[in-house]
Nanobody, 133 residues
Framework: QVQLVESGGGSVEAGGSLRLSCEVKGDGDRTYYFGWFREGGDMKREGVAAIDSDGLTTVLWFLRGRFSISRDNGKDILYLDMNNLNPEDTAMYYC???????????????????????????WGQGTQVTVSS
C-alpha cells in the first residue's frame, strides 16, 4: 500500500495559482488510480481530478480549464495545477489513491473519482488552500 504526502498549499489572492505536489511512497504497482479531492467548511468531499495507471486523466467538469493533473512517474510525484483560483476553491486538498480494481477502465473508470463521492481508499494528511478575495 502506498503512502501519500502532500505539499504546496498556502494562501493566495483571487486570480492566483498554486501547484500542489504529492509524493507517492511505497509500492504503487497495485494502485490503479491516483487523484485529488477537497473538502472543508461548507464544502463536502469533492473529487477534483484523477489519473489512471495508463496516464489517462480527468478533471471535474466545472474546473476544467483552471485545474489540471499530471504525474512524474520517474519521481513518483503527482501534481495538481490550479489557476485563476477563487474563494470558492478554499478547502483542504487531499492526495488520494485507490487499490481496488473497478472492472471498468478508461473514462468510465475515472468518472468514479471526480464529483461528490470519489471512490478513493487511501489518502494523505491534506494541504490547506485558502483563496482570499
Amino acid at each position: 500500500q502506498v503512502q501519500l504526502v502532500e505539499s504546496g498549499g498556502g494562501s493566495v489572492e483571487a486570480g492566483g495559482s498554486l501547484r500542489l505536489s504529492c509524493e507517492v511512497k511505497g509500492d504503487g504497482d497495485r494502485t490503479y488510480y491516483f487523484g485529488w479531492f477537497r473538502e472543508g467548511g461548507d464544502m463536502k468531499r469533492e473529487g477534483v481530478a484523477a489519473i489512471d495507471s495508463d496516464g489517462l486523466t480527468t478533471v471535474l467538469w466545472f474546473l476544467r480549464g483552471r485545474f489540471s493533473i499530471s504525474r512524474d512517474n520517474g519521481k513518483d510525484i503527482l501534481y495538481l495545477d490550479m489557476n485563476n483560483l477563487n474563494p470558492e476553491d478554499t478547502a483542504m486538498y487531499y492526495c488520494a489513491a485507490s487499490n481496488v480494481p473497478l472492472g471498468v477502465s478508461g473514462v468510465l473508470g475515472l468518472q468514479n473519482f471526480v464529483g461528490p463521492t470519489p471512490m478513493y481508499t487511501i489518502w494523505g494528511q491534506g494541504t490547506q488552500v485558502t483563496v482570499s478575495s
